[in-house]
DNA sequence: GATTGACAGATTGTCTGACAATAGTGATCA
DNA sequence: TGATCACTATTGTCAGACAATCTGTCAATC
């Protein structure tokens, strides 16, 4: 039983809302944040943020120019490629490994995140649909027994959240991903890790195209304004 | 031409030297780093020591114990082996890049960092050995051309590099690591990525269990000491 | 004898205020 | 038009301070 009342320092808790914030969009990539600006903002000295800044700087949340300070990182899609490469790597093993120990609760869990998406598919909810999906692959790393594979994943998902919650709600995507999630689900289920692998690595696969698509559009709208930053 | 004279900010360079003081043995597995000691030693103050002590905990280098400080952590069996799986998915995935898309530079590098290793395992030179099997993987993950991967490695590495320093000063390893090293190698000349990717993995899980080997047997020598400190 | 309570010392968590160094900006002048 | 130069905004770094917390010790209590 926990008892303990958030006893949680003062630049943890900065570091976990400027997090928040980032993977809302609040901050878009390109935006500089600004050290006094923040600490008026959150109430907290320089110091503590500073700190904080460091920690999101380590997990390549956001990156810090020297004499200019913390900006959150535009992807090339070069570097989005080398995430998905990892991320599908990862996430094969993950499922493998899931196929062989998950347990009982484990798959549980995944069921339900499934059965969730799945009707936040047919309602249209975009909101619903990632934090079912969100459940799903927790569940899912959970299930692996390797919390370092789970943390690796985290970070780097975070880093193309971007990408992510622009291709996921496309028209078309979301049914294709469930049912790409199903085919993971039902390999796990059957114990086969083989083709949990298989199918983590595919869903991967099609969540890079989708975000290719979504970057490549991207790019031919800014592309101006975006290469002239770059160089400068 | 870089005429830059190490304009490094402060933090990062210590960072920098906390890192190789920890990789170097100065710091073990267990020691906690006062800050006020830190402070006085590297001459700094302590708001820059606190961020770079942040951006070696989110490393994983060091864990920050609230209200305790900055320690080395000490590596359970269970958390090796599942850097060793991440590390053995991550360095296969990295030679099978490399035998597909390396240049003859690259594996032109490989062979001679083979070759430096092979002599130093001939003279019997830990650290020629140290800093050639460095070399030889350097070449190789540049040859991957995912710099993705070769950080997450890196990194990876940094934490089990105190089984690594001890499993690879036992006798009759360097031997065999030099085989399969060399298998590696070939494998990538070759341009057979998927015996590369074996041959990487099987490297790894050699090496796994070398440092098994020798954390059962310092386990049984301190296992008094250290279950009580834990339990504390 | 074991548990509790109190206390001192060591260490971390956090803030304030300050100042130098640097990058970006706009004005000035050839 | 282009180069130069001050000005401003911002970061990099430090010193000093104080509260909060942990650790170990020692006496008091049951």
Redesign the pocket.
Known sequence: MELRVS???????TAEKLRAAILAGVFRPGD????????GRL?????????A?RSLEAEGLIV???????QVPVLTWAQAEEIYRVRALLEGEAAALCARCATEADRQSMRSALQAFERAVQTGDPASRLSATADFYRAMLRGSGNALIEELLQRLVARINFLRAQSMSRAGRAKFSAKEMRAIYLAIAKGDSRAARKAAQAHVKNAEEAARDILAGDAAQTNGARSRKLS?
Chains 1, 2 share one sequence.
Not at 7 to 13: A, D, K, T
Not at 32 to 39: G, K, T
């Open positions: 006893i949680q320092s003062v630049h943890q808790q500089r944040l600004i050290e006094a600006d923040l600490c109430g907290i000295s320089r110091p503590s943020l500073r700190e800044l810090i120019v020297p004499n200019r300070g913390p400068a």
